[in-house]
């Protein structure tokens, strides 16, 4: 069955990398994204990674795949106030299928 | 401008009403979606639309009805309005293709009194 496993919190401080995490167990996933959703906004699209690719960096961001273990990381570089948020991760399955979604991280900087 | 846009925003109504929430999208896609999250933040798909026909239909009361009139429009209408209803609903929409990156809304907050 479909499901995509997030742990729910995560705090770090100004400047350090946060790192977020994601597993999931279908291994027929054709991409995975990293949405993050904002106090009292809607979902944007942060980044996505092909299922065949193992790694994407886009600016402060980093995307590391292990399809092996089907896990997925999202790194946070230099982490800013501004990067407070709940990131959720989703993964797309073949086939017309809604995209799964994880519960979701809240991370929270400290300053 | 907004790529999704969903009205209204805020919505508190009493239980028993019928209401309504719109959405459009100005991307040219042609599928569309209604995700309900919950006060535990969950997202969970509740419909989907492609090129204005039902695609997706999870287990969702009979008192939620979808309605597209168009590719760019997709409207969710729910009757007889109960406390349990309150969350906030997300429109989307995405390209049907493989990888379908999908574009939300900024969401509408309902509460239910």
């Known amino acids: 069955g479909e499901d995509v496993e997030q742990s729910l919190f995560l705090s770090v401080r100004e400047g350090d990398s946060s790192v977020i995490n994601c597993t999931y167990t279908?291994?027929?996933?054709?991409?995975l994204y990293w949405y993050k959703q904002e106090p009292g906004a809607g979902l944007q699209l942060l980044t996505y990674?092909?299922?065949?690719?193992d790694m994407k960096q886009d600016q402060r961001l980093t995307v590391l795949l292990n399809k092996k273990d089907k896990h997925l990381s999202l790194r946070i570089a230099d982490t800013q106030t501004g990067d407070s948020a709940i990131y959720f991760c989703?993964?797309?399955?073949?086939?017309?299928?809604?995209?799964?979604f994880g519960k979701g991280t809240r991370l929270s900087v400290i300053a | 401008d907004t790529a999704v846009s969903q009205t209204p925003k805020y919505l508190v109504t009493q239980m028993g009403n019928d209401k309504s929430i719109k959405c459009e999208q100005n991307?040219?896609?042609?599928?569309m979606y209604w995700y309900k999250q919950d006060s535990k933040k969950f997202l969970k798909i509740m419909f989907s639309?492609?090129?204005?026909?039902?695609?997706i239909n999870e287990t969702v009361p009979n008192r939620f009805s979808p309605k597209s009139p168009d590719k760019a429009h997709l409207n969710l209408h729910i009757n007889s309005l109960e406390l349990g209803d309150s969350a906030v609903y997300f429109c989307?929409?995405?390209?049907?293709?493989?990888?379908?990156?999908?574009?939300f809304g900024e969401g509408s907050w309902l509460t239910v009194v």
């Open positions: 990674i092909f299922s065949n690719m």
């Open positions: 989307a929409s995405s390209l049907q293709q493989p990888g379908n990156t999908i574009y």
């Open positions: 991307l040219g896609h042609d599928t």
């Open positions: 989703a993964e797309s399955l073949p086939g017309n299928t809604p995209l799964v």
């Open positions: 639309y492609n090129n204005k026909e039902l695609i």
């Open positions: 279908d291994s027929s996933s054709t991409y």
